[in-house]
């Protein structure tokens, strides 16, 4: 054989090589292909979407701080790098593992809908759905009081030194990182909306990767937050700038709006998969969605199915149907609507349903159940200090940047969270003054025996739900370690319109990453699914396990995102 034939052969090699493990390796072991080792440390560990924030969150553990402390300088620290996808004008949930009294504590810091705002006005101007940018679909930002329930009950550092660096990054400048430079460029179309251009396309245009961008309004907003705390934000000057611009633009969030916002501390709530607990916030985020899934497919064998093979991600995206059927019949905000928890996530009801999955096809068109029987662009990060401390964080403007609307000389801009309420009568989610909307992003949790075990995320509207599943079972049925667990390749599902909470048409579209075999995609196309391809919209992970045996933290951040694992 000569050497041409030889090479051509050993990359022939080579590349089949690759293909197996991009797909999941040996699908029977779990053996996967990942594009790096796990990270390892003793004392802690910090996990984020960008390096440097991950970099600050280890800055902040190394003075002293808690996990909460480095959890917070991190995400504001990304409301300046990544604001694509989150900051001070958005939403914010929180899983925290307390060492101290061993417990779970959950936070919910979404905002409300403007009082002024009714639904008739919405039907006066002819809409049937709520737009996705402009006035219309803001409500009141709650990252800020987040922030500040978070740091009273597990802050360790004075808040002036927790956004420090975020404040020194935003007046000195950063260079943009590759990936957040690609989706920046997007923000273009959002130029003519108050306050974005001047704020967000420096001499008229987006920042590419490498260049140094610098946000001196946000520097003195955040400046004023530190020093006068959350009131600053809700009571004080920044509210009357904020209100002064809401008038001026055609937003309907008034001084009552900011004034009357308050987070809410909520109990995590879960279920056992093989052994393990998975905790997820109750809604009116759609955390509860993972539970559901994973109680529909419990009773299949799927490590015999094999990792990505048709028969694996054939039930997998079934229970999606199945389980996303009630999300969108029944997830809204509890202070409004009587949503069944329990029943939902209960293993009699998934006993129920699972009735509707066809292991032979692919189905169509689904109801949701009665679950009596039983009695949308974002950031995630996750943080462990050297007390055994661990934060599961997840933030999030909605779409990328938001509403479009920058606060005069404020540095930020308003979520855009509104869109996902339901302007349909009598449905649990239709919008209504002072009201939560349904929210996409969820903070993932898991222990084991009563014990931390790992703290995760995965960034991507209805992708995330979609994406907790698949990272469990990568790693519980199929025994890949944290990092392979999250670069392995990964299906999305979506119905005719979501993250909205219109229902499946038609068994909606499943997108495959180039990871998963041939035969598999042909295999799911002759069981009726039908797939397209995507190059995006499969999410973004980062985790922290926790090893009790040796005492160590083990990190993970995908490659799907600009993102780093760091420790000490």
């Given at each position: 054989?000569?050497?041409?034939?030889?090479?051509v052969?050993?990359?022939?090699?080579a590349?089949?090589?690759w293909?197996?493990?991009?797909?999941?390796?040996?699908?029977?072991?779990?053996?996967?292909f990942?594009?790096?080792?796990?990270v390892?440390?003793?004392?802690?560990?910090a996990?984020?979407?960008?390096?440097?924030?991950?970099?600050?969150?280890?800055?902040?553990l190394?003075?002293?701080g808690?996990?909460?402390?480095?959890?917070i300088?991190?995400?504001a620290?990304?409301?300046?790098?990544?604001?694509?996808?989150n900051?001070?004008?958005?939403?914010?949930?929180?899983?925290?593992?307390?060492?101290?009294?061993?417990?779970?504590?959950?936070?919910?810091?979404?905002?409300?809908?403007?009082?002024?705002?009714?639904?008739?006005?919405?039907?006066?101007?002819?809409?049937?759905?709520?737009?996705?940018?402009?006035?219309?679909?803001?409500?009141?930002?709650?990252?800020?009081?987040?922030?500040?329930?978070?740091?009273?009950?597990?802050?360790k550092?004075?808040m002036?030194?927790?956004?420090?660096?975020?404040?020194?990054?935003?007046?000195?400048?950063?260079?943009?990182?590759?990936?957040?430079?690609?989706?920046?460029?997007?923000?273009?179309?959002?130029?003519?909306?108050?306050?974005?251009?001047?704020?967000?396309?420096?001499?008229?245009?987006?920042?590419?990767?490498?260049?140094m961008?610098?946000?001196?309004?946000?520097?003195?907003?955040?400046?004023?937050?530190?020093r006068d705390?959350?009131?600053?934000?809700?009571?004080?000057?920044?509210?009357?700038?904020?209100?002064?611009f809401c008038?001026?633009?055609?937003?309907?969030?008034?001084?009552?709006?900011?004034?009357?916002?308050?987070?809410?501390?909520?109990?995590?709530?879960?279920?056992?998969?093989?052994?393990?607990?998975?905790?997820?916030?109750p809604?009116?985020?759609?955390?509860?969605?993972?539970?559901?899934?994973?109680?529909?497919?419990?009773?299949?064998?799927?490590?015999?199915?094999?990792?990505?093979?048709?028969?694996?991600?054939?039930?997998?995206?079934?229970?999606?149907k199945?389980?996303?059927e009630?999300?969108?019949?029944?997830?809204?905000d509890?202070?409004?609507?009587?949503?069944?928890?329990?029943?939902?996530?209960?293993?009699?009801?998934?006993?129920?349903?699972?009735?509707?999955?066809?292991?032979?096809?692919?189905?169509?068109?689904?109801?949701?159940?009665?679950?009596?029987?039983?009695?949308?662009?974002?950031?995630?990060?996750?943080?462990?200090?050297?007390?055994?401390n661990?934060?599961?964080?997840?933030q999030?403007?909605?779409?990328?940047?938001?509403?479009?609307?920058?606060?005069?000389?404020?540095?930020?801009?308003f979520?855009?969270?509104?869109?996902?309420?339901?302007?349909?009568?009598?449905?649990?989610?239709?919008y209504?003054?002072?009201?939560?909307?349904?929210?996409?992003?969820?903070?993932?949790?898991?222990?084991?025996?009563?014990?931390?075990?790992?703290?995760?995320?995965?960034?991507?509207?209805?992708?995330?739900?979609?994406?907790?599943?698949?990272?469990?079972?990568?790693?519980?049925d199929?025994?890949?370690?944290?990092?392979?667990?999250?670069?392995?390749?990964r299906?999305h599902?979506?119905?005719?319109?979501?993250?909205?909470?219109?229902?499946?048409?038609?068994?909606?579209?499943?997108?495959?990453?180039?990871?998963?075999?041939?035969?598999?995609?042909?295999?799911?196309?002759?069981?009726g699914?039908?797939?397209?391809?995507?190059?995006?919209?499969?999410?973004?992970?980062?985790?922290?396990?926790?090893?009790?045996?040796?005492?160590?933290?083990i990190?993970?951040?995908?490659?799907?995102?600009?993102g780093?694992?760091?420790?000490?």
């Open positions: 054989m000569n050497s041409s034939c030889i090479f052969f050993a990359a022939l090699l590349f089949g090589a293909s197996s493990a991009a797909s999941g390796g040996d699908r029977l072991t779990g053996r996967a990942a594009t790096r080792s796990e390892i440390a003793k004392h802690a560990m996990a984020t979407s960008q390096p440097l924030a991950t970099q600050v969150a280890i800055e902040i190394k003075k002293g808690s996990a909460v402390d480095a959890a300088a991190a995400n620290t990304l409301g300046l790098m990544e604001p694509t996808g900051g001070i004008g958005g939403d914010l949930f929180a899983i925290v593992w307390d060492a101290k009294t061993k417990k779970l504590h959950g936070l919910n810091a979404s905002g409300r809908s403007p009082y002024g705002l009714t639904r008739k006005h919405f039907a006066d101007l002819g809409l049937t759905s709520i737009p996705s940018y402009g006035p219309l679909p803001v409500s009141v930002p709650g990252c800020v009081d987040g922030w500040f329930e978070l740091h009273a009950k597990f802050g550092l004075p002036t030194e927790v956004l420090a660096p975020a404040i020194r990054y935003a007046r000195e400048g950063f260079p943009v990182s590759e990936l957040i430079a690609h989706y920046w460029a997007s923000g273009k179309r959002l130029k003519n909306h108050p306050g974005f251009a001047a704020t967000f396309l420096p001499g008229g245009k987006a920042p590419g990767k490498g260049d961008f610098r946000n001196p309004d946000l520097a003195r907003t955040l400046e004023t937050i530190a705390g959350r009131d600053a934000f809700y009571r004080g000057a920044l509210t009357s700038t904020m209100v002064a008038e001026r633009s055609g937003c309907f969030l008034r001084e009552r709006d900011f004034n009357d916002h308050t987070s809410t501390w909520v109990e995590p709530v879960s279920t056992n998969y093989r052994g393990y607990d998975v905790w997820e916030l809604p009116n985020g759609q955390g509860i969605a993972a539970l559901q899934i994973l109680n529909l497919i419990e009773p299949y064998d799927v490590r015999t199915m094999g990792h990505n093979t048709t028969e694996y991600l054939h039930h997998l995206v079934e229970a999606k199945i389980a996303y009630d999300r969108a019949r029944f997830y809204a509890m202070d409004f609507a009587e949503v069944p928890v329990e029943g939902l996530i209960s293993k009699e009801y998934a006993a129920e349903r699972g009735k509707l999955l066809n292991p032979r096809r692919a189905s169509r068109k689904l109801d949701p159940g009665d679950p009596k029987l039983a009695q949308g662009d974002t950031i995630y990060l996750t943080i462990a200090d050297e007390d055994r661990m934060v599961s964080l997840i999030s403007n909605y779409r990328g940047f938001g509403s479009g609307l920058v606060p005069d000389g404020l540095g930020f801009v979520q855009d969270r509104g869109e996902l309420f339901s302007l349909e009568e009598g449905h649990p989610n239709v209504e003054p002072h009201k939560r909307p349904f929210h996409t992003i969820i903070p993932g949790f898991v222990t084991k025996d009563g014990k931390p075990y790992l703290s995760f995320g995965v960034m991507g509207g209805d992708m995330q739900p979609q994406g907790h599943v698949q990272v469990l079972c990568n790693m519980i199929f025994g890949m370690n944290v990092q392979e667990a999250g670069d392995a390749a299906f599902h979506t119905g005719s319109s979501e993250p909205t909470d219109e229902r499946m048409t038609d068994g909606g579209w499943l997108a495959l990453e180039s990871g998963i075999p041939m035969e598999t995609q042909r295999g799911l196309t002759q069981l699914h039908r797939i397209r391809f995507s190059k995006g919209g499969f999410g973004g992970y980062q985790a922290i396990m926790y090893d009790e045996a040796r005492d160590v933290y990190g993970a951040s995908e490659s799907r995102k600009d780093q694992a760091a420790g000490y």
